[in-house]
């Protein structure tokens, strides 16, 4: 279970592939810290620490999971989003974030305002009903608020300390990344959805 709120980011320092399967090597601030089978998230996504070593940790995503994230699109030298799991102790800072992505979205427009950015995010029509003007939602694993939401599109603003110790500095027109929807939301959808059938 996660926060939405990103801990450091990382650098791709090496792709492996073997069969469907591709494992990353990442360096970062925290990768020293980390022990194997911890789970991290990187870009919202949720993948388990198999070794360490110096300032590096390597993980593994499967074919289901870089069919559905943009995982299989990073390469070398890329940046991600990471963050380690939450305290049963601490606050909920961001919301709810399970580290499951649930699909990605495409940058449409990136927008500076003198201080603070916007994006325009197009998703899939199909998940139009878990975007809620003000609601949260998870973008490569951060935790933000939609609004201008329509059918098939939402907005979010970035303060500028979130656009600096993210991977969002380096979201453009063109670039797709992993959403996560409210689970909240999902739940109530899934009870709806069960009411409805005959």
């Not at 305290?87 to 449409?108: F, K, P, Y």
Request: charged share 20%; hydrophobic share 35%; proline share 3%.
């Amino acid at each position: 279970m996660f926060t939405g709120i990103i801990e450091c980011t990382g650098r791709i320092a090496g792709i492996t592939t073997s069969g469907t399967n591709k494992s990353f090597w990442i360096e970062s601030a925290i990768s020293r810290e980390l022990k194997t089978d911890q789970s991290i998230a990187h870009n919202g996504v949720c993948l388990t620490v198999e070794e360490t070593a110096d300032n590096t940790h390597k993980v593994t995503a499967i074919e289901e999971t870089l069919r559905k994230t943009n995982l299989n699109t990073l390469q070398p030298g890329d940046m991600v989003n990471l963050e380690r799991c939450m305290l049963m102790n601490g606050r909920l800072d961001g919301h709810i974030v399970q580290g499951h992505v649930d699909s990605t979205a495409l940058c449409t427009v990136k927008k500076e305002l003198e201080g603070s950015w916007e994006f325009i995010f197009e998703f899939s029509p199909q998940f139009s009903q878990l975007v809620i003007e003000k609601g949260s939602i998870t973008v490569n694993g951060t935790s933000l608020t939609c609004f201008n939401v329509t059918r098939d599109s939402f907005t979010v603003a970035i303060i500028p300390y979130t656009y600096e110790h993210t991977n969002l500095q380096t979201v453009h027109p063109g670039t797709t990344v992993n959403i996560e929807f409210d689970i909240i939301g999902k739940y109530i959808l899934r009870r709806i959805t069960l009411d409805e059938e005959p």
